[in-house]
């Protein structure tokens, strides 16, 4: 049996008993303990198959396998869903990029497209990379011979031969025994759902570990233009110089509502400042979220031989950066008045740290793409995205939002206490010790709400475990008396 036949084997086999264990684990949800354990598997997978290919973690391209092994293990740390999805985020980002350096990317100086084209080769191997590698790459068939190969027809054969005789005998054991018929319900209702899981699970795996073990399907150096179009300096000096004057004439009128202060503002709009706040932050949050690929398209579509254009886009596009900020900065201190008159959310926290790592990229773009180093842009703009899930996790988004709306309703502000009963596990220890600051009736809606949600299982599944869902449990059983007097003290 030659090396790539055991290869072959090693992967169906890793693909098999990732499937398995996925099924026992990621059945139950929540996940937490279960999916740390599977995305660790799945890296000690790919670490140790990765070693037979060289190229997939040539030039330290092992750092790769932290997002992998860190994400999931996050799932133990935090119960915010925006979190666990930010975490899902980077593990599928970290699978696509070992796939663009398996195919011969570079990944700090790989462009936007490249990433991209890592990403749709990833996803590709994973949906249906597993036919090659069963139909027709089979050196490991030949590994085994035609005795095997012949032996395994015959057992499928006597499978389906012995079908017909196993329906009509067990339908009259059906008939016949109603604990049998039970047995066999609940295997007909259990078995194919485990089935059908293992199955797919495998199927996934299997593709992708394919795709990065002999994926050959293209080489990812792109040095052509995809589309055969160009700009040249006049037609980008006047497109970017109508934009900068656009964000000219708003950042001239932000100034001057800003610092003109609301008396201004509402002789002006009719709005009080905290509705005038309210009202742009959304629209200003998109319109720096488009003008980094609108800048970068541009600057792609700009010829690289074309002197005095680029040096005219690096003044343009540095005026609009310098403007944006501004722009920015309105934006910031717009959700900051918003924040201070109606509190802290999920919905206004995580768009302003997005506007964070935005802030980072657009330095970034200014010391790379602005410079002449366009190739470098991509690979710190996912380093920046990858710290700014890590500084997200240490900060503990929901937990920050049940403090500081406890703090707000403390010093006399209104406190939205439905909305704070929602939050994950992460803010339960902090919304039970700040149960005295609140009101009656707000106090009697939290109390309700983590008996309800929070009261520790009988039975819990190991597999669902979490740091923070244990913390919670502990904290609403350490206070349970608390809480329900809480509860009956609102009825008096």
Same mark, same amino acid.
């Given at each position: ?104 990317? %570079? &990944?700090?100086?790989? @462009? !936007?497209?490249?990433?991209?084209? $890592?990403?749709? #080769?990833?996803? +590709?191997?994973?949906? =249906? ?95 052509? %233009? &995809?589309?055969?179009? @160009? !700009?040249?300096?006049?037609?980008? $000096?006047?497109? #970017?110089?109508? +934009?900068?004057?656009? =964000? ?107 506007? $964070? ?136």
């Amino acid at each position: 049996m030659n090396a790539t036949a055991k290869l072959e084997i090693s992967a169906l086999a890793a693909a098999l008993a990732l499937g398995v264990l996925g099924d026992a684990l990621l059945r139950c949800f929540p996940w937490g303990v279960n999916f740390a354990l599977w995305g660790g598997l799945l890296a000690a997978a790919i670490f140790f198959l990765g070693r037979e290919r060289r190229q997939a973690f040539a030039e330290g391209g092992w750092w790769l396998l932290l997002p992998i092994t860190l994400s999931p293990l996050a799932f133990v740390w935090h119960e915010s869903l925006a979190l666990k999805a930010l975490n899902l985020l980077a593990v599928l980002t970290a699978l696509s990029l070992i796939i663009l350096r398996a195919c011969g990317g %570079r &990944l700090r100086v790989a @462009s !936007l497209m490249q990433y991209a084209v $890592g990403s749709l #080769l990833a996803g +590709l191997n994973a949906a =249906f990379g597993m036919f090659p590698l069963l139909l027709r790459d089979r050196e490991w068939t030949n590994g085994f011979g035609w005795i095997w190969t012949r032996k395994s027809v015959a057992v499928l054969l006597g499978v389906a031969l012995a079908l017909p005789p196993l329906l009509v005998f067990g339908g009259l054991f059906m008939g016949a025994d109603a604990v049998f018929r039970s047995l066999v319900f609940r295997f007909v209702r259990d078995v194919p759902s485990h089935l059908v899981i293992v199955v797919f699970i495998a199927y996934c795996v299997g593709g992708y570990l394919r795709g990065l073990l002999f994926g050959k399907e293209r080489n990812l150096v792109l040095e052509k %233009r &995809l589309i055969p179009i @160009s !700009l040249g300096a006049i037609e980008m $000096g006047v497109m #970017l110089g109508l +934009l900068d004057l656009l =964000f000219l004439a708003f950042v001239a009128v932000q100034v001057r509502y800003f610092f003109g202060g609301s008396a201004l503002v509402q002789a002006t709009t009719g709005l009080t400042y905290s509705e005038y706040a309210r009202s742009g932050f959304f629209e200003l949050l998109a319109v720096a979220a488009l003008v980094l690929p609108f800048l970068l398209l541009v600057h792609w579509l700009l010829r690289s031989d074309d002197a005095p254009g680029q040096r005219g886009f690096q003044w343009l596009a540095g005026a609009q950066i310098v403007l944006l900020f501004v722009i920015m900065a309105s934006a910031f201190q717009r959700m900051r008045l918003y924040e201070a008159e109606y509190g802290l959310s999920e919905q206004r926290l995580y768009p302003t740290a997005f506007m $964070g790592w935005l802030a980072v990229v657009f330095v970034w773009f200014c010391l790379t793409v602005l410079r002449g180093h366009r190739e470098r842009f991509a690979f710190g703009a996912m380093v920046a995205g990858f710290l700014l899930i890590a500084a997200l996790h240490a900060l503990d988004p929901d937990a920050l939002i049940a403090r500081t709306n406890l703090s707000r309703a403390q010093a006399g502000h209104i406190f939205d206490a439905r909305y704070a009963s929602r939050l994950s596990a992460d803010a339960v220890p902090d919304l039970v010790a700040g149960l005295q600051n609140l009101n009656p009736q707000d106090r009697c809606t939290i109390a309700v709400r983590l008996l309800e949600r929070w009261s520790p299982p009988e039975n819990p599944d190991w597999r669902s475990w979490t740091y923070s869902r244990s913390q919670a449990w502990q904290a609403v059983s350490a206070n349970g008396p608390n809480l329900r007097a809480a509860c009956a003290d609102s009825k008096h």
